[in-house]
């Protein structure tokens, strides 16, 4: 089974493994993103 | 600008510790890039995808490099993300003990704490131990397990030493440490990918080859493939010390996230560059997997009469050396974190500072008595049985017992997040600058999956000596738990009731 199907194995898991990385990467920086643009419109809120 | 930008995230990471109960003791001068290379340095692709090349090899042949490697890949890059999430979200630097025991209480703290407490001291025996096997023939010494175990314990002192009386010089060699790693994985990749002869890139995907087997019988192919997944699994230990030094760092909720999951991305990255075409310079398959070093034997073929293979070797066991170094530094904080909340026995000697290096002095010592008597006592066990003490039966072990633990302890705070979840508890006001939003729950649960699968599967022949090794350590810590834990260990305890008491702790300090 190997020999039949390893590289389409081997080369789908390389595949999702780098999808799910930059996946996360970009999911995480968002993340960051909202979280400092919500803090900044906070901190402009609570200005007089 | 980046004066004002420091001093804003300072005030602000103190002002985020005080709501945990914590003054700032230490010293905040950590930026992303040192917090990224602790955990590199510890991962260190130059050492568990060397070391373990061999086992990894023997098991499921080409296969476990070129298809093993990104899968194991995929799923800690779940763990890694669940556990950067959490770190965004608890920044303390007791870490995965503080998230469990916030999450959980403190019985599930404690157990955490010790989990991941004895999962390092395996990986520091495991690295030390490796980097012995490398150095002691390569010094003339032979690779006796007597000899290897005399190399090891030099090994041992010197990281002692030098984490117990220069911090600073530990701090700037794990900087070091990246660009080495980094540099010395490069050179091997490039003298491979250039000058080596190579195998058709289909041999790291079709190969169908293992030495396993269960007395005489053959084991089947999917099961030696699986048991080789040790080999990538191990590698990927240790990015908890970037949590772990979350307290020294600047902008610690996003910077140390980052550095968690950076570490390991980038290890993946590396680390499957080296592996491939390592494996792709295989010209013998049968005779690399029978040899004693299978790792030194593909270089020594590739680059017949040249002092190349030696040159790599000296760069692996140097590299070896440096994540031995960063690794006694991460367990003897984790010890000394655990010993401040009085959750070991003799806690008051293990929570102690140096007063002339401000160093855990006490704990890092115990840190290396404890890796150096891993080995030692695994080797007294196989001599008493009259059993196979070769270097690789006794390696696997400990790698095992390093990967159970530290994964075991990576996973029980992100199951209590997703149990705090479930019930409200945990809510996207929760969470730290660096989350995953609507994806958190998917990714967590599949890493607990992940993390219940490994801890099965390397208990089971060939690995069954990990569960020899780890069996009686947790019965121990149960019966320690119900008899003199219980009740009594009450968790992470807040350093002062106001702020007001920790800035004045703080003042002191700086004084």
Redesign the interface.
């Known amino acids: 089974m ?2 039949k199907y ?2 389409l ?3 789908g ?2 595949l ?2 780098t999808v ?2 930059f ?3 970009g ?2 920086a ?3 993103s909202e ?2 643009h919500d803090q900044h419109e906070a901190f402009s809120a609570d200005k007089p | 600008m980046a004066g004002t930008e420091s001093a804003h995230h300072e005030e602000s990471d103190s002002q985020l510790l005080h709501r945990f109960g914590y003054a700032q003791q230490l010293l905040r001068d950590m930026g992303g890039f040192s917090n990224f290379a602790i955990s590199f340095s510890v991962i260190s692709i130059l050492t568990g995808a060397v070391t373990l090349y061999g086992t990894g090899l023997n098991a499921g042949g080409p ?1 476990v490099m ?2 093993g490697w ?2 194991v ?2 799923f800690v ?2 763990v890694a ?1 669940s556990m ?1 999430e959490l770190a965004s979200a608890i920044p303390t630097s007791g870490a995965l003990y503080h998230w469990s025991a916030l999450l959980g209480g403190p019985g599930w703290g404690w157990i955490t704490g010790w989990l991941n407490l004895i999962g390092l001291v395996a990986t520091i025996s495991a690295i030390d131990y490796g980097c012995a096997g490398f150095l002691s023939p390569m010094l003339g010494f032979g690779d006796s397990p007597s000899s290897v175990m005399k190399v090891f314990t030099l090994l041992l002192i010197s990281h002692a030493v030098l984490n117990h009386v220069g911090i600073r010089a530990v701090a700037r060699l794990n900087d070091f440490s990246a660009w080495y790693h980094i540099l010395g994985a490069g050179i091997i990749i490039g003298a491979l990918a250039f000058f080596a002869h190579k195998q058709p890139v ?1 041999y ?5 080859f293992t030495t396993l087997k269960f007395g005489q019988s053959p084991v089947p ?1 999917w099961y030696a493939f699986m048991s080789g997944l040790l080999l990538a699994q191990w590698t990927y230990t240790g990015y908890d010390a970037s949590a772990h030094t979350i307290e020294e760092t600047r902008n610690a909720r ?1 910077k140390a ?2 550095g968690i ?1 950076s570490s390991v ?1 980038i290890s ?1 990255l590396f680390g ?1 560059l080296l592996i491939c075409f390592v494996t792709l310079a295989i010209r013998d398959l049968p005779a690399a997997a029978a040899a004693d070093n299978p790792f030194k034997f593909i270089f020594e073929h590739a680059f017949p009469g040249s002092g190349f293979p030696l040159a790599v070797m000296w760069i692996v066991t140097i590299a070896q050396w440096f994540c031995g170094l960063a690794c006694v530094t991460s367990t003897s904080r984790m010890m000394f974190a655990l010993s401040r909340d009085k959750g070991m026995p003799f806690a008051g000697t293990w929570a102690g500072v140096s007063r002339r290096f401000r160093t855990p002095a006490a704990a890092v010592w115990l840190s290396a008595l404890l890796a150096f008597l891993l080995p030692a006592l695994l080797l007294m066990f196989l001599a008493a049985r009259h059993n196979v003490s070769d270097f690789s039966t006794l390696y696997g072990a400990i790698t095992g017992v390093s990967t159970i633990g530290l994964y075991l302890s990576y996973g029980l705070p992100i199951l209590l997040k997703l149990r705090a979840h479930k019930a409200g508890v945990w809510s996207a006001k929760t ?7 609507r ?1 958190s729950v998917i ?1 967590n649960t599949l890493s607990i999956i992940w993390v219940a699968f490994i801890t099965v599967l390397f208990v089971l022949p060939p690995n069954h000596l990990t569960g020899l090794a780890f069996v009686p350590v947790i019965v121990g810590l149960s019966i320690y738990y119900v008899i003199g834990v219980r009740g009594n260990f009450k968790g992470p305890i807040r350093q002062a009731a106001s702020e007001a008491e920790l800035l004045k702790m703080e003042a002191e300090l700086t004084r």
Do not use: D, K, Q
Not at chain 2, 431 to 437: E, F, R, S, V
């Open positions: 190997l020999a390893g590289i194995l081997g080369g898991l390389v999702l493994a799910v990385a996946a996360i990467i999911r995480a968002r993340s960051v979280f400092r | 296969a070129g298809i990104p899968l890949s995929i890059f779940m993300a950067a289909s790291l995907f079709t190969e169908h192919y996003v996230p980052w999951f991305a993946g499957y969470n730290g600058p660096w989350n995953l939003a994806w990714i």
